[in-house]
T-cell receptor, first 115, second 111 residues
Framework: NAGVIQTPRHKVTGKGQEATLWCEPISGHSAVFWYRQTIVQGLEFLTYFRNQAPIDDSGMPKERFSAQMPNQSHSTLKIQSTQPQDSAVYLC?????????????FGPGTRLLVL | GQQVQQSPASLVLQEGENAELQCNFSTSLNSMQWFYQRPEGSLVSLFYNPSGTKQSGRLTSTTVIKERRSSLHISSSQITDSGTYLCAMESRGSALGRLHFGAGTQLIVIP
């Protein structure tokens, strides 16, 4: 079990460019979460899929951010026209709801720096 | 308002001392997790503990729902315990699934 895989681990973009972050959940896990972490705001929820369907995107900035889960083995978070304030560590987590212990397991994160 | 409050914000211990980290929450709890964040940033799940007490080695987690608090006790601290400890709660109701994180307790263990 490789755990949750996130790529790339580091990404540097120029202001206005697009960034796509990838997440591969633990095999068999049906729930996928995206969070981001900054020094100022701490760890914040962005969005959540269950069985590939979007369940809750209330944490997503309404403009420029979008997330998809085209199949059970990966999810993507896309940021269009990146801004310096988007710089953060983006964390993906997966869990297996309904087992009685819905532990969320986190990937190593993608550190995004927007110059 | 902030749903999860952790204390203390930081703690310095001498090796061998015990630590008690606190997490208080303001809404109805569905589940509680404790995480350890390594210095390079990766999050390790320590406990999934919606109620009661769980122990793993030198770590003990206790969640008391009606008092809206959870604690993490570290006994006989070691230098390798240094890092940030985060609690995260899942609320009941419409926000089921998402975790609300506390700001963390930064622990430094010195020789």
């Amino acid at each position: 079990n490789a755990g949750v895989i996130q790529t790339p681990r580091h990404k540097v973009t120029g202001k206005g460019q697009e960034a796509t972050l990838w997440c591969e959940p633990i095999s068999g896990h049906s729930a996928v979460f995206w969070y981001r972490q900054t020094i100022v705001q701490g760890l914040e929820f962005l969005t959540y899929f269950r069985n590939q369907a979007p369940i809750d995107d209330s944490g997503m900035p309404k403009e420029r951010f979008s997330a998809q889960m085209p199949n059970q083995s990966h999810s993507t978070l896309k940021i269009q026209s990146t801004q310096p304030q988007d710089s953060a560590v983006y964390l993906c987590a997966s869990s297996h709801p309904g087992t009685g212990e819905d532990t969320q397991y986190f990937g190593p994160g993608t550190r995004l720096l927007v110059l | 308002g902030q749903q999860v409050q952790q204390s203390p914000a930081s703690l310095v211990l001498q090796e061998g001392e015990n630590a008690e980290l606190q997490c208080n929450f303001s809404t109805s709890l569905n589940s509680m997790q404790w995480f350890y964040q390594r210095p390079e940033g990766s999050l390790v799940s320590l406990f999934y503990n919606p109620s009661g007490t769980k122990q793993s080695g030198r770590l003990t987690s206790t969640t008391v729902i009606k008092e809206r608090r959870s604690s993490l006790h570290i006994s006989s601290s070691q230098i390798t315990d240094s890092g940030t400890y985060l609690c995260a709660m899942e609320s009941r109701g419409s926000a089921l699934g998402r975790l609300h994180f506390g700001a963390g307790t930064q622990l430094i263990v010195i020789p």
